[in-house]
């Protein structure tokens, strides 16, 4: 059949322009159209290709859906071998490999390094012909490979075709294949909801979601391509520095890392490893070090390779996030408000650059579904700030006579009665503040930094102060005398003293850090605010019923209903009125303003505010009404930037979104 020129033109507009879209949601981060309207054209051109199947190209977008399933992978060969690099892991050894480098450059001249995140996921390379992707190939043995190229054609990030007009004959792009965090975090709720077995990490799912024989399964896994290296080249002379080489690989619509930097000599690499160490967790995919690349094609030609590790490249390495460790027990710890938590009593081992020796097992679901017990070898996960977790039970370690565990009926603390109720994964204690467990716990967050601030009342002396039956609740500390404290094991009379001053400071408190540490069931910072904003008074709060809670932003029923429970217990209420008898007391609510320039604004600061802190930042912007976000996004409407920010910074300015410095900030709060 011949196909009408308008159709034809027609089904290629829209090719580029879906792919042009593609690109800008997937690669640059930076959508230009809504979804709906991306889905529209993309149904028009399936409707054109259905119409007049000669139209279907190789780099429609209609063909990132997967294809028919394979028996097994074939077999390539690389046409230029995939090469490996060594590692480093300290200033030193840095030091070392940079002297070697100029050593055999013959100069003492400072080297340019392209530096640039390492991406732990799976090495790959993809091989365009006239622009086209005809080939992807994983590393295998760096000399032959897998032919992986109906799945990796699923990758959204993947151009299927290259875009520009400098586009060589032949091109092999290397580069790596990873799950983003977000991918994979929605991807494991899916397997646990179907029953299926979570992936380990990030890593693991990438590599499982890209051998899967049929490209379907592939095409609905969220993976990314990041592309750091040109193998075959044929036609064209690429620029004379990895860097620039890089921008032309995003010319071509291919995603490079937005951390890519060049840097002077070995001062400059260390401190973008430092930043790129302290950024790591913010980052959308796990990286496990740092890549480091002598900038200049010409020197990195002279200097070659040795045993398939280039001479002019080394990956300095940062800690292992995860490690494998021995089970020694598993004991119950009892929260604030009765929640039984099992953690894990490791051997001790050092993962995300600490020693670990205890991992929460979350509940009892989650200790069956990993079928933890003592005695197991187990890998641990360690990421940033979050709590070390047990990802997975080694089985073929596991020794003989090991028993299931299982949360006792009776709270191992006050031996009250464990309950669990219908549908709630959490078994708590029936206890209540007969609990010296729940009521240590109270009066902990009570004093804690974010609720009353006391300083000098660590957790360790809030449990003497119990067991020793000093205290029972929070209203209980503004009791306590120096003598009562310096009495105490370890608490001198100098210790003693600034205690009391300390609880004295803390009267003088603001309306909603009151709320907050009162600790009631599901008010956060951020609802204790709302509640405090809202109701104005200690009074008038007292006093709302369900319906009126429901009424503000953030308050569902369920808090509606905590809030009320809270306030019609009659210890409770003692509770707050010997408080406030002992003379806690806060200036007057304002209003918010609601029409303040920034009201519903959502800001992210980034980097180091010099004339107030972060969380200072933060809760005045959130008393103007604005949203304080923690990482940049197309919804980002400010960008507060500080000294030495980083990524998000990057990520605002490829985005296009207003950044300010922190005079801007001041003004704004003033
Ligand atoms: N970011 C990055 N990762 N990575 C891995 N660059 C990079 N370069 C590599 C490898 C194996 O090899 C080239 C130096 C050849």
Not at 378 to 391: F, T
Not at 571 to 594: F, T
Request: hydrophobic fraction near 40%.
């Amino acid at each position: 059949m011949t196909i009408p020129t308008e159709i034809n033109q027609q089904a290629t507009d829209l090719r580029h322009l879906l792919n042009k879209y593609n690109n800008l949601y997937y690669v640059t981060d930076n959508p230009e159209v809504t979804d709906s309207e991306y889905d529209r054209l993309f149904i028009q051109l399936q409707k054109l290709e259905a119409d007049y199947p000669e139209l279907l190209t190789v780099d429609s977008p209609t063909q990132r859906v997967g294809g028919k399933a394979l028996d097994k992978f074939s077999q390539i060969t690389h046409s230029l071998p995939m090469l490996s690099l060594d590692n480093v892991f300290d200033g030193e050894e840095l030091h070392a490999f940079d002297q070697r480098v100029r050593d055999w450059l013959n100069t003492t001249n400072i080297q340019t390094y392209a530096a640039e995140p390492k991406l732990d996921g799976l090495a790959i390379s993809i091989r365009y012909e006239h622009g086209i992707l005809v080939q992807a190939a994983t590393r295998g043995d760096g000399t032959i490979g897998e032919d992986v190229t109906e799945n990796v054609r699923t990758i959204q990030s993947v151009p299927l075709k290259l875009s520009g007009d400098n586009v060589p004959e032949v091109v092999e792009i290397r580069g790596e294949i990873v799950m983003p965090k977000a991918g994979f975090e929605t991807l494991n709720k899916q397997q646990i909801a179907d029953n299926k077995k979570p992936f380990v990490n990030p890593r693991n799912a990438a590599a499982g979601s890209l051998r899967q024989l049929d490209s379907k399964i592939t095409a609905r896994r969220p993976l990314a391509m990041y592309c750091y290296g040109v193998g075959e080249i044929q036609g064209m002379d690429l620029p004379k520095t990895h860097y620039e080489t890089m921008q032309q690989l995003a010319q071509w619509g291919c995603q490079i890392s937005t951390e890519l930097l060049q840097v002077e000599g070995v001062d400059g690499c260390l401190a973008y490893i430092n930043k790129l160490g302290e950024q790591r967790d913010s980052l959308s995919y796990d990286i496990d070090g740092v890549v480091l690349k002598i900038d200049d094609i010409t020197l990195q030609q002279r200097l070659g390779f040795v045993s398939r590790a280039p001479r002019w490249a080394i990956a300095y390495k940062f800690p292992a996030q995860q490690e494998m460790t021995i089970v020694d027990d598993i004991e119950i710890q009892v929260g604030r408000t009765g929640a039984l938590t099992p953690v894990a009593r490791l051997q001790p081992v050092f993962v995300g650059g600490v020693t670990v020796s205890n991992a929460t097992l979350h509940n009892q679901d989650e200790i069956d579904r990993k079928d933890v017990r003592v005695g197991d070898t187990v890998i641990v996960r360690r990421a940033g700030d979050v709590i070390p977790e047990v990802v997975q039970v080694v089985l073929a370690k596991r020794p003989d006579n090991t028993v299931k565990f299982t949360i006792p009926t009776q709270c191992p603390i006050c031996q009250s009665d464990v309950e669990r109720l219908e549908g709630e994964a959490v078994a708590r204690c029936s206890g209540g503040l007969f609990c010296p467990a729940q009521r240590k716990e109270a009066i902990k967050h009570f004093a804690s930094r974010k609720a009353m601030d006391v300083d000098g009342l660590g957790d360790k002396l809030v449990e003497i102060l119990v067991d020793e039956g000093l205290i029972n609740d929070a209203a209980d500390l503004f009791k306590l005398t120096i003598e009562q404290l310096s009495s105490l094991d370890r608490m001198g009379e100098k210790s003693a003293t600034n205690l009391i001053a300390s609880l004295e400071t803390a009267k003088q408190t603001k309306f909603a850090r009151f709320l907050y540490s009162l600790g009631i069931r599901e008010v956060g910072e951020a609802t204790a605010r709302s509640l405090a904003s809202h109701f104005l008074t200690l009074e008038a709060l007292e006093m709302a019923d369900e319906p009126a809670l429901i009424e503000i932003e953030d308050v569902g029923p369920i808090v509606a209903h905590h809030v009320v429970t809270f306030f019609q217990q009659t210890h409770n209420r003692e509770v707050i009125k010997r408080l406030l008898d002992a003379g806690i007391n806060w200036p007057a609510e304002q209003k918010r303003i609601s029409d303040s320039e920034l009201s519903g604004k959502t800001i992210v600061l980034t980097g180091t505010l010099e004339q107030l802190s972060r969380s200072e930042a933060k809760e005045k912007l959130l008393a103007l009404g604005a949203k304080v976000a923690g990482s940049v996004s197309k919804n980002t409407d400010y960008v507060v930037a500080g000294r030495d920010a980083g990524s998000k910074l990057n990520k605002a300015e490829s985005l296009n979104i207003t950044v300010v410095d922190e005079t801007t900030l001041i003004n704004w709060l003033n």
